[in-house]
C-alpha cells in the first residue's frame, strides 16, 4: 500500500484534540472508531520547528522506493556483495571400458590381508565381544556380507563408541546401523551412503590456492552472511532458510528486525556444523531472496548488534503544500531550498523519538487497547477486542467476527476465521475445546485467560509492549509542550549500561533495540546543566515499568494519565511474570547523521528510482563478464542526473526527492518524515489517501 501525504496540518488544534482523544478514553467511553487510527491517537502530536515549509509526496508506492542497510558494530554498512561462490563441478573420471575391472574382486583380494589394529580390536572386543569382531573382519570387510552383532546395547554411550570404533577401525569404509532392537547391522558403504573423514570433506573444499571452505578459510561455529530480501518480514525470512536447511530457527541469529515493506540488506549468524556448501546451495531456490558474503566467527548474533540503519528513500509525486502551482525549474529550486533548510535542522535539532505509527497496528482498535486489558487482567475485553467486528479490518476475517458477535459460539467461529489471523484463530482455537456456562452462556475467565496465553509469547507480548509506547509517546508530547528543547534539573540520563546473561526473547519489534543491557538512569542536577555535560540529546523519558524511575516533574503526569486507564506507573508487578513490565529509557529525541537529498525528474507513475543492491550486483557482474547488462542499474540511482534535467522540461513530468540518511537504533525513519514534510503519518487519516 502506498501512502499519498497530503496538505499540512492545522498544527495549533492537535493539543486540544489529542486532550478530547484522551478524555474519552480515560473514561472507557469509546466512540465509533474511525476507519484508521491517527497520530492523535497515539500521543504523536508536536513538532520541533514549524518555521520551514513541509511538502507533499508519496512513500512506498513501491516497495523498492524504501532501502534498508543495517550498520554494524564496526560501522560497516552492509551490502550484498556477492551471491556466494560457484561450486566446483566433480570430474567424472572416464574409465575405458576394456580396462574395466571387477571392482569387488579387486577389493577382496586387496582386503585379504587386512588385519584390524590391535588397540581398536581390543577395545570392540570388549565392548561386542571377540567372536562378533572377527565376523565383522572376515564377513563384513573382506567378503562384503552384511552381519548382525548377537548382543544389544541400550546404552548410548556404548552405542556412540561402537560406531566411532568401526569408523575408526575400518577407515570410514563401513557402516554401522543401529537396529529397533539395539542390536548393530554392519555392512559395506557404498558412494552414496559412506561416511567421509572429517580431514577428507576439509581437503574436498578447498579452493585453487589450497584455502578451505572455498577459500573463506577453517569452520568455526558460526557462519555469518548478508541476507537481501524484498517485500519480506525478516522473521519469515530466517524461518523459510530454518525450514530449507532443516535446523531450528534459533539457530539463526539477528541483530535487527526490518521493515516488510521495503528492500533490507542485514547480517544472519547461523550456529552449524553443516558444510558451507549446503549454505551456499539455497540460492538456488530463494525468491524475492539472497544470502552472501560469507564468514566464519566464534560467536552468533543477537538483537542489538548493530550501530543502527542506513535508509535510502525515494519519495513520489512531490508537489509543495502551497496554493499556488508551480513546476519545472521553479519547484525544483523551491524544493532545494526547503529540503537544504530542514536536512540542516534535522541533524542539528533532531525529531521527537516517538514510537511509530507501525507500532499500533493496522486496525481501528489500536494494539495499545488489548495491552491495557491485559495489563488490567481483563482477559476477556482483551479476547472481545481481538475478535470484535471492526471497520477496519482483514476483509477475510469479518464473517468470523459476525458469527462470534452474534452467537459467542468459538467452534463456529472459528470455522470462518484464517489461519494466518494467528491470535485470532489461537483464541478461537482454544475456547472451541471448552464448554460454555449454562448460567452465563459465556466461557470462564480461566477459559479467555488460558486462551491469551495460548497466543505465540511474541505475539501477545506486542499489545502490552505497545501500551507502554503509547504512554511514553504522551509523555515525550507533554515533556516537549511544556518545557521545549532545553535540558532541566529533574531530567533522567543513562548512568550506566551493562552487560547481563539473561536476553529477552522479545524480537518483534520493528525498530533494534538492544534487549541485554541493563540500564539504570540517574537526575541531572543545575549544577550538571551549568557544566554543559549533558544536552536534550541525552535526555531519556521511561515507558511505565516497576525497574525504572521516572523523572520528578514528570511523575504526576505519568500517574495522571494511567490512573484514568485504572492502572498505576508505580504498579507494574502482575501475577503472570511476562506481564510484569520492567520499563525501559528512551531518547526524547532521535537525530540522523550524514543526511543528503537528491532531487530527481522522471515521467512514468512506475518508474524505477533506486536500484536494489541486487540488482547493481548483477549488472556489474554482467558488465565485467561482458554479458548483456543494463546502463542504469549500474549504480544506486535508475535516473541519471542528465536525463533528469531532460525530464524536468517535459510536458507531465514528474518530481521525485530521493533521501538518504543514518538512524541509530531504536528511532523509526517515518517519524524523521513527519519532522522533514509536517503532515500526518497514519496509513488512512483524512490527511492521507492509499493508492
Excluded at 501 to 521: C, G
Excluded at 552 to 558: C, I, K
Aim: proline share 2%; with cysteine; hydrophobic share 30%.
Amino acid at each position: 500500500m502506498s501512502e499519498q501525504i497530503g496538505e499540512k496540518r492545522q498544527l495549533e488544534n492537535v493539543v486540544e484534540d489529542n486532550n478530547k482523544k484522551i478524555k474519552t478514553e480515560n473514561n472507557e467511553q469509546h466512540s465509533e472508531p474511525e476507519e484508521s487510527l491517527r497520530e492523535i491517537d497515539v500521543g504523536i502530536t508536536e513538532y520541533l520547528y514549524k518555521d520551514i515549509d513541509g511538502f507533499n509526496g508519496t512513500i512506498k508506492q513501491r516497495y523498492s522506493d524504501f532501502v534498508v542497510n543495517e550498520v554494524t558494530k564496526d560501522n560497516e554498512i552492509v551490502i550484498l556483495k556477492d551471491k556466494g561462490f560457484k561450486q566446483p563441478e566433480k570430474k567424472k573420471q572416464e574409465v575405458d571400458p576394456s580396462q574395466k575391472v571387477d571392482k569387488r574382486a579387486s577389493l577382496k583380494e586387496e582386503r585379504s590381508t587386512f588385519e584390524l589394529n590391535a588397540e581398536v580390536k581390543a577395545e570392540l572386543s570388549k565392548i561386542i565381544g571377540e567372536e562378533d569382531v572377527n565376523n565383522i573382519v572376515d564377513k563384513v570387510y573382506k567378503n562384503f556380507e552384511i552381519y548382525e552383532t548377537t548382543k544389544t546395547f541400550d546404552n548410548k554411550e556404548e552405542r556412540t563408541s561402537i560406531h566411532q570404533l568401526i569408523r575408526k577401525g575400518f577407515n570410514n569404509e563401513l557402516e554401522s546401523r543401529t537396529n529397533n532392537n539395539n542390536s548393530f547391522k554392519l555392512l559395506n558403504g557404498n558412494s552414496k551412503n559412506q561416511r567421509i573423514g572429517k580431514q577428507q570433506l576439509i581437503e574436498s573444499q578447498k579452493d585453487a590456492n589450497g584455502v578451505e571452505n572455498f577459500g573463506y578459510g577453517p569452520s568455526k561455529q558460526f557462519i555469518h552472511f548478508t541476507l537481501y530480501k524484498e517485500n519480506k518480514e525478516t522473521m519469515d525470512a530466517c524461518n523459510l532458510l530454518a525450514r530449507l536447511l532443516k535446523v531450528p530457527t534459533k539457530t539463526l541469529g539477528i541483530a535487527g528486525t526490518k521493515d516488510k515493506r521495503g528492500i533490507t540488506c542485514q547480517k544472519v549468524s547461523l550456529e552449524t556444523r553443516m558444510g558451507l556448501s549446503r549454505v551456499n546451495a539455497l540460492n538456488r531456490t530463494l525468491k524475492g531472496l539472497c544470502i552472501g558474503s560469507y564468514e566464519f566467527k566464534d560467536t552468533g548474533l543477537k538483537l542489538g548488534d548493530l550501530n543502527g540503519n542506513k535508509f535510502t528513500i525515494a519519495l513520489r509525486n512531490v508537489s509543495l503544500n502551497k496554493e499556488q502551482k508551480i513546476s519545472g525549474p521553479k519547484l525544483e529550486e523551491a524544493l532545494n531550498k526547503i529540503l537544504s533548510q530542514s536536512c540542516e535542522k534535522l541533524m542539528d535539532t533532531g525529531f521527537i523519538n516517538y514510537f511509530g505509527m507501525q507500532r499500533f497496528g493496522s486496525f481501528s482498535i489500536p494494539t495499545y487497547e488489548i495491552g491495557k486489558k491485559i495489563l488490567k487482567d481483563d482477559y476477556k475485553g482483551a479476547c472481545d477486542l481481538l475478535l470484535s467486528n471492526q471497520k477496519n479490518i482483514d476483509s477475510k476475517t469479518l464473517e468470523s467476527r459476525i458469527c462470534w458477535e452474534a452467537t459467542r459460539d468459538a467452534k463456529e467461529a472459528l470455522k470462518l476465521m484464517p489461519r494466518r489471523n494467528v491470535a485470532e484463530y489461537t483464541i478461537l482455537s482454544y475456547l472451541a475445546t471448552k464448554s460454555k456456562s449454562s448460567e452465563t452462556n459465556d466461557y470462564s475467565k480461566d477459559d479467555y485467560f488460558t486462551a491469551i496465553l495460548k497466543i505465540p509469547r511474541n505475539l501477545r507480548l506486542i499489545y502490552i509492549h505497545s501500551y507502554q509506547s503509547y504512554i511514553w509517546n504522551l509523555a515525550a508530547s507533554h515533556r516537549i509542550s511544556k518545557f521545549g528543547l532545553k535540558t532541566i534539573p529533574g531530567d533522567l540520563v543513562i548512568s550506566k549500561q551493562e552487560e547481563v546473561s539473561v536476553v529477552d526473547e522479545d524480537n518483534f519489534e520493528i525498530e533494534d533495540v538492544a534487549k541485554n543491557n541493563f540500564v539504570r538512569a540517574k537526575a541531572i542536577t543545575q549544577e550538571d546543566i551549568d557544566s554543559g555535560k549533558y544536552t536534550i540529546f541525552d535526555i531519556i523519558l521511561p515507558t511505565p515499568g516497576f525497574d525504572i524511575s521516572y523523572p520528578e516533574h514528570m511523575l504526576e503526569f505519568y500517574k495522571e494519565i494511567m490512573l484514568k486507564d485504572g492502572l498505576s506507573p508505580l504498579e507494574m508487578i502482575r501475577k503472570v511474570k511476562e506481564f510484569s513490565l520492567p520499563g525501559s529509557y528512551r531518547n526524547i529525541l532521535g537525530k540522523p547523521m550524514n543526511m543528503t537529498f537528491k532531487i530527481l525528474n522522471y515521467m512514468n507513475e512506475n518508474d524505477d528510482l533506486l536500484n536494489s543492491d541486487l540488482e547493481i550486483l548483477n549488472n556489474n557482474t554482467a558488465l565485467k563478464n561482458g554479458r548483456q547488462y543494463s546502463k542504469n542499474k549500474l549504480t544506486q540511482f535508475a535516473i541519471s542526473d542528465e536525463q533528469s534535467s531532460k525530464n524536468v522540461f517535459a510536458k507531465d513530468h514528474k518530481v521525485a526527492v530521493i533521501l538518504e540518511f543514518k538512524l541509530n537504533t531504536s528511532s523509526y525513519a517515518t517519524m524523521l518524515l513527519r519532522e522533514l514534510l509536517k503532515v500526518e503519518t497514519s496509513r488512512n487519516g483524512d490527511l492521507i489517501t492509499p493508492k
